[in-house]
């Protein structure tokens, strides 16, 4: 694996996207100070997943994208992108090139990328784990790495150690092992406190789970007598109404004689009654006459009436139809005048478009022309650029030589009296590390003060987290409230339509008759349906039209009288009773007359019972048979009222049922329930759907609801969670400021120590001020012939930029002429094709306008002859009204005359009408004791259905299902006497939790289900405890054994670079492998063994690459950028630096951040990088030779 490419788009400098490409070896980054060239190791530190603002030299991580110059606007985001190549897979994915990508907005928001795939931090981190090439690694070291190797504190310097030594992913695998552990112990403790509640809930739940039992088993025992009890009322039931079946039977055989000798007495009156309907018939004859002439009379003067109302609306008419022909033709000749005028100026309008198009093209041809000299002038600073660049690269050594020396001498001079200011620096720092000391106290203080406020906010938390507790348990309660009531509707549908196959309600006959027709389709053929099926009655007088028809519901109506004849037969054949047919080709219907009809005007009257009905056409003679005599009103009152009207000449019944028959009778009383049932059975099985779907509607919204409740109850507890992590959080803060305080005390003694190495220092110093000063002398001189060639070529290169600027302002002014003149032609274009547009909308005008004007002439004429044509109608009408009315007078006296004979033969017939009324009433009591007992037979027939209903809404059950509970043997008073005992005995069990059963066993599957799982946390837990020791002691075996080979390491390192002397690596604690600091002590040749911290400066950065070279032959990571980490060495120590990058680049590739010529001579690769524009980094040239030649 190795770093094949560098892409950088608005990160610090680099507001342009540059990219580097690297190959094996050495490459080199050069450029002049304050050039942005350290922002290229920043950018790799920063793609490779930095969190630290500060390591990245900013204040928050928004400072890495660039923030804009005087002449270039700030970003809105910045990314960098690191290309590998992963053919040897050193990168545990499956691609052979890998691209990660780190990018941020200035908003906050970041993103990263693996292969342009989004993905997490962690997944970065993870990719290059254990690789030394991670953020945490030592493959980017820089002068902040370097002075966190040497500055740090003993038990931080670990950290690249253990990267080295390869621990990093066995201390990340415990972290998350002990991370598990923790959460394991928190899920323990949560559910120790479940299976406590629990247990407290199983003793209860028990003793009513027993209780419930037994409660069942009495219930089921209740069910088997309450079930026999109910088969035995229903056989009597049954023979009661067979019994009234009969007696029905003998009153139609009294009814039927007392007909035949009512028919003898009307036979007797037969001839005065033809007589009397002869005479009836003249009158009807000359009343007809007489209402047609009257009619004929209004009709014609109502028509003379009609005809002057239409002479005077034509005339009206045709005023207001010339008054708009005239508006017409007025707009018309405007229309066309305004489109004479819109055609002028289109004309004018492409003439100018065409113009200003000329003129366009020859702008853009003249931004051609200067495109061409701006790229011309662009080619000629590249070259001027490359000329300078050599000569910058060559003063660029000369001045990193010379503010070498001039450092060192600068150093030199102010180190005697850095001595005796030391003294009194250590003082005032002492008192800085006092100041600091009672920050980090006050921060403590500050971080008790967070602890107490996240505690308050777990504690409202765990108030609101009960509170939506009790509402998810309320909201429970309605799910299962609302769901009881659908359960129930449900069963009253499904025995509604069980009932209704069953055919439950009609009579023995009727149900035999149609379970063949159902089952026998030649059968099917020959009825039509019962009564009651074949209408539609209106909940409203529902009860009426029971009354009304009472068993007549159930007749059944038939094609023909073939069919008919046919059922009889098969009832006679099956014996299974008797039933009414009503053949539709032979029934007469009976209606209102007139006469009748014209009472229904009364208050109170609702309509005809046929007519409030709604029923297929084909059985309109059937309905009307059965109700176009009777009339519905809304009252008692009303129907008194309306008898008294009609003589009682029809049927009447109020909304309550109660009837006024024809002949004066009336029936009529409380009813407890409903009649049969049968017409409100489809109307309740229809509600009862639409209810059934509201009510499963609201059970899903309050189980919404609860849903709803659940989340906001598990986001408090998740919101809980984060708070306690928190509060972890802090306490780990409170811990590390306590920390801080220590390290703070022993700071302040160390600065007491430092003295000592400065007065040491200052003496070596003042030996080589003299050789520094002849040197510096030396090259001043070359600086100022260099110098001066640069200033020419920069010369060169701002006269044409100069140049280049002015051409391209000449063009961006040429660009603005041409941008006004497409705005001025989009208007004009604009306005064309606006003016076309009103051309064709008033043509279309026009065209209507002129249809309207020719329609409205046209009316004119029309409307004139119909004038005429009316004046003659109205002198027509004048002759007849002469006719009619002497007609009409004639009439009169006839009618007259043939009244007086009538009022004679009525008297006569008086006698006869007596007699036949003793008839009459004779056999209404009859049909009185008929009905009596038909309300009999409803009554045991209601009192079945009613037993029957009960039994189904109890234990939802039909009388020919229950059969399979019959016991023979039990009398029905020992089922009464038995279901009476077994109630008694389950009063006695108070009241019972039937669901204690199931939630007992719900409690007890749960609490063994708890104790299940609490074990299995408690098996994890322990398996974590053994993973997290055999991590530890992985860790503590490999770090000891690697630590002593980086040691050894070093050692010789430190002797190579430093020419002899000796250095070491210790552990502070080796008793304590995984957690105690590394110290580092070296001896460079002629000086005693002392701790890092009282090196040199030159001293330190040489340590910290021979560490830094001793980690990498121990385990060489596949890339390692070094920024200026040579930058305080001599050349000698430079030589030698730049001599073991060599030996190590066949195993790592090495990317060196320079300014020193030891190091870039040591490249097989360089780049530079070159602030041209303030603030603005650029990569003048893609790539150089060592030489200074360009490869590309």
């Given at each position: 694996m190795f770093l094949k490419k560098l892409e950088i788009y608005g990160f610090k400098s680099f507001p342009d996207r540059i990219e580097i490409q690297f190959e094996r070896g050495i490459t080199g980054i050069v450029g002049p100070n304050g050039s942005g060239k350290s922002n290229i190791g920043d950018a790799v530190r920063w793609v490779l997943g930095e969190q630290s603002a500060k390591s990245l030299r900013g204040g928050k991580m928004e400072d890495v994208i660039f923030s804009g110059t005087e002449k270039r606007k700030p970003l809105g985001y910045c990314e960098v992108a690191l290309t590998f190549d992963n053919e040897d897979r050193g990168l545990d994915i499956d691609y052979t090139e890998v691209t990660i990508m780190r990018r941020v907005y200035r908003s906050g928001e970041g993103e990263y990328f693996i292969n342009k795939n989004a993905c997490r931090l962690k997944d970065i981190v993870e990719l290059f784990r254990d690789t030394g090439s991670g953020r945490e690694g030592y493959s980017v070291v820089g002068q902040g790495k370097v002075d966190e190797i040497l500055s740090a504190k003993p038990e931080d310097r670990r950290q690249v150690f253990e990267e080295a030594a390869g621990v990093m992913k066995y201390k990340a695998r415990k972290e998350e092992a002990a991370r598990k552990l923790d959460h394991t112990q928190q899920n323990m403790a949560r559910i120790e406190d479940i299976v406590q509640e629990l247990e407290i809930q199983i003793g209860p739940l028990k003793e009513q789970s027993e209780t419930a039992r037994v409660y069942l088993e009495l219930r089921d025992q209740l069910r088997l007598a309450d079930l026999n009890a109910f088969l035995l009322q229903n056989e009597r039931l049954t023979e009661r109404i067979s019994g009234y079946e009969q007696s029905l039977q003998a009153l139609g055989n009294q009814a039927e004689a007392q007909s035949e000798e009512e028919a003898q007495v009307s036979a007797q009156r037969g001839v005065l009654q033809e007589e009397l309907q002869a005479l009836e018939a003249q009158l009807d004859a000359l009343h007809a006459k007489s209402a047609q002439a009257g009619t004929e009379l209004e009709r014609t003067e109502g028509e003379q009436r009609l005809e002057a109302e239409k002479e005077e609306h034509l005339r009206a008419e045709m005023r207001r139809v010339e008054n708009k022909r005239a508006e017409d033709a007025q707009l018309l000749q405007n229309l066309r005048e305004q489109t004479a005028g819109n055609r002028s100026a289109v004309e004018v309008r492409e003439k100018e478009i065409l113009r200003l198009k000329g003129e366009w093209q020859a702008l853009e041809e003249k931004i051609g022309q200067a495109d061409r000299q701006i790229g011309e002038k662009e080619g000629e600073i590249e070259a001027s650029k490359a000329r300078v660049i050599d000569t910058l690269n060559r003063l660029s050594d000369i001045r990193s030589r010379k503010t070498h020396l001039t450092a060192l001498q600068q150093n030199a001079k102010n180190r005697i009296a850095e001595m005796e200011r030391e003294g009194e620096s250590a003082a005032q720092q002492q008192h800085t590390f006092a100041d600091e000391l009672a920050q980090a106290r006050q921060q403590g203080q500050a971080l008790l003060a967070d602890k107490a406020a996240y505690t308050e906010r777990i504690e409202k938390n765990t108030a609101q987290s009960q509170a939506l507790e009790g509402q998810q348990a309320q909201a429970q309660n309605e799910v299962r409230r609302i769901e009881a009531d659908w359960q129930s509707l449900r069963s009253r549908i499904e025995l509604l339509t069980q009932m209704k196959r069953e055919h439950e309600g009609f009579q023995p006959s009727v149900r035999s008759i149609l379970s063949a027709c159902a089952k026998n389709e030649a059968l099917g053929h020959c009825i039509c349906g019962v009564v009651a099926e074949l209408m539609h009655v209106p909940a409203r007088?529902?009860?009426?039209?029971?009354?009304?028809?009472?068993?007549?519901?159930?007749?059944?109506?038939?094609?023909?009288?073939?069919?008919?004849?046919?059922?009889?037969?098969?009832?006679?054949?099956?014996?299974?009773?008797?039933?009414?047919?009503?053949?539709?080709?032979?029934?007469?219907?009976?209606?209102?007359?007139?006469?009748?009809?014209?009472?229904?005007?009364?208050?109170?009257?609702?309509?005809?019972?046929?007519?409030?009905?709604?029923?297929?056409?084909?059985?309109?003679?059937?309905?009307?048979?059965?109700?176009?005599?009777?009339?519905?009103?809304?009252?008692?009152?009303?129907?008194?009222?309306?008898?008294?009207?009609?003589?009682?000449?029809?049927?009447?019944?109020?909304?309550?049922?109660?009837?006024?028959?024809?002949?004066?009778?009336?029936?009529?009383?409380?009813?407890?329930?409903?009649?049969?049932?049968?017409?409100?059975?489809?109307?309740?099985?229809?509600?009862?759907?639409?209810?059934?779907?509201?009510?499963?509607?609201?059970?899903?919204?309050?189980?919404?609801?609860?849903?709803?409740?659940?989340?906001?109850?598990?986001?408090?507890?998740?919101?809980?969670?984060?708070?306690?992590?928190?509060?972890?959080?802090?306490?780990?803060?409170?811990?590390?400021?306590?920390?801080?305080?220590?390290?703070?005390?022993?700071?302040?003694?160390?600065?007491?120590?430092?003295?000592?190495?400065?007065?040491?220092?200052?003496?070596?110093?003042?030996?080589?001020?003299?050789?520094?000063?002849?040197?510096?002398?030396?090259?001043?001189?070359?600086?100022?012939?260099?110098?001066?060639?640069?200033?020419?070529?920069?010369?060169?290169?701002?006269?044409?930029?100069?140049?280049?600027?002015?051409?391209?302002?000449?063009?961006?002014?040429?660009?603005?002429?041409?941008?006004?003149?497409?705005?001025?032609?989009?208007?004009?274009?604009?306005?064309?094709?606006?003016?076309?547009?009103?051309?064709?909308?008033?043509?279309?005008?026009?065209?209507?306008?002129?249809?309207?004007?020719?329609?409205?002439?046209?009316?004119?004429?029309?409307?004139?002859?119909?004038?005429?044509?009316?004046?003659?109608?109205?002198?027509?009408?004048?002759?007849?009204?002469?006719?009619?009315?002497?007609?009409?007078?004639?009439?009169?006296?006839?009618?007259?005359?043939?009244?007086?004979?009538?009022?004679?033969?009525?008297?006569?017939?008086?006698?006869?009408?007596?007699?036949?009324?003793?008839?009459?009433s004779e056999q209404a009591a009859v049909l009185e004791r008929q009905h009596r007992i038909d309300v009999q037979k409803t009554r045991a027939e209601l009192e079945m259905e009613n037993l029957q209903k009960r039994i189904w809404d109890e234990y939802g059950l039909t009388y020919g299902t229950a059969q399979e509970y019959r016991r023979e043997g039990m009398s029905l008073a020992q089922c009464n006497n038995q279901a009476g005992e077994l109630r008694g005995r389950i009063r006695e069990l108070g009241d019972v939790n039937v669901n204690a059963i199931e939630d007992y066993k719900q409690v007890s599957q749960r609490y063994e289900f708890m104790n299940a799982q609490l074990q299995d946390l408690q098996a994890a837990k322990e398996d974590l405890i053994g993973i997290i020791e055999e991590l530890q002691k992985k860790m503590a075996v490999q770090f000891k054994e690697r630590f002593a080979i980086i040691n050894e390491n070093f050692k010789e390192i430190f002797s190579q670079l430093f020419g002899g002397g000796q250095a070491e690596l210790r552990l502070l604690d080796e008793e304590n492998l995984l957690e105690c600091g590394i110290e580092v002590v070296a001896q460079p040749p002629g000086k005693k063994l002392q701790m890092l911290s009282l090196l040199s400066g030159g001293e330190k950065a040489l340590t910290a690459i021979a560490i830094l070279f001793a980690m990498l032959r121990l385990k060489p990571t596949p890339f390692c950028i070094l920024d200026e980490i040579e930058a305080a060495l001599d050349e000698a120590n430079v030589v030698h630096f730049a001599q073991f990058l060599h030996e190590y680049a066949h195993k790592t590739q090495f990317v060196v951040i320079t300014h020193r010529k030891g190091t870039m001579e040591a490249a097989d690769a360089l780049y530079g990088i070159a602030m041209e524009e303030k603030g603005v980094s650029r990569m003048l040239s893609v790539r150089m030779e060592p030489a200074g030649e360009a490869a590309v």
């Open positions: 007088i529902e009860r009426a039209i029971e009354m009304v028809l009472g068993p007549a519901l159930q007749n059944i109506v038939t094609p023909d009288e073939q069919a008919a004849k046919k059922m009889i037969e098969y009832l006679k054949h099956t014996q299974t009773g008797r039933a009414t047919f009503l053949p539709v080709s032979s029934m007469v219907p009976r209606t209102l007359n007139p006469r009748e009809r014209q009472t229904l005007s009364q208050p109170g009257c609702i309509g005809v019972a046929s007519e409030l009905v709604s029923f297929d056409e084909r059985y309109r003679n059937v309905m009307e048979y059965l109700l176009g005599r009777t009339v519905v009103v809304e009252n008692m009152e009303a129907g008194i009222a309306l008898s008294k009207v009609n003589r009682s000449a029809f049927r009447i019944v109020t909304l309550d049922g109660d009837l006024f028959n024809a002949g004066g009778s009336m029936t009529g009383g409380s009813f407890r329930g409903k009649a049969t049932g049968i017409l409100s059975r489809a109307r309740e099985l229809e509600e009862g759907k639409g209810k059934l779907d509201a009510l499963k509607s609201e059970i899903l919204q309050k189980r919404e609801r609860v849903a709803q409740l659940q989340q906001q109850s598990e986001a408090l507890s998740q919101e809980s969670l984060e708070l306690r992590a928190g509060l972890n959080a802090l306490e780990v803060d409170i811990a590390r400021e306590n920390e801080r305080c220590s390290i703070l005390s022993q700071n302040r003694q160390e600065r007491a120590n430092q003295a000592a190495r400065f007065r040491q220092e200052a003496a070596q110093l003042g030996e080589t001020l003299q050789d520094i000063e002849s040197e510096l002398a030396q090259i001043a001189q070359m600086e100022q012939n260099i110098e001066g060639n640069t200033s020419s070529s920069q010369e060169d290169m701002t006269q044409t930029q100069e140049q280049l600027s002015a051409l391209r302002q000449d063009r961006a002014a040429l660009q603005e002429q041409s941008t006004a003149l497409q705005v001025q032609l989009a208007a004009w274009e604009k306005e064309y094709h606006a003016d076309v547009r009103d051309i064709d909308r008033i043509g279309r005008d026009i065209a209507r306008l002129e249809t309207e004007v020719a329609r409205a002439e046209e009316d004119v004429a029309r409307m004139q002859r119909e004038l005429l044509d009316a004046r003659g109608r109205q002198e027509k009408l004048k002759d007849e009204l002469t006719v009619e009315r002497g007609a009409m007078d004639a009439l009169q006296a006839e009618l007259g005359e043939k009244q007086a004979l009538r009022t004679q033969k009525q008297e006569r017939a008086a006698a006869l009408e007596a007699r036949r009324e003793q008839l009459q």
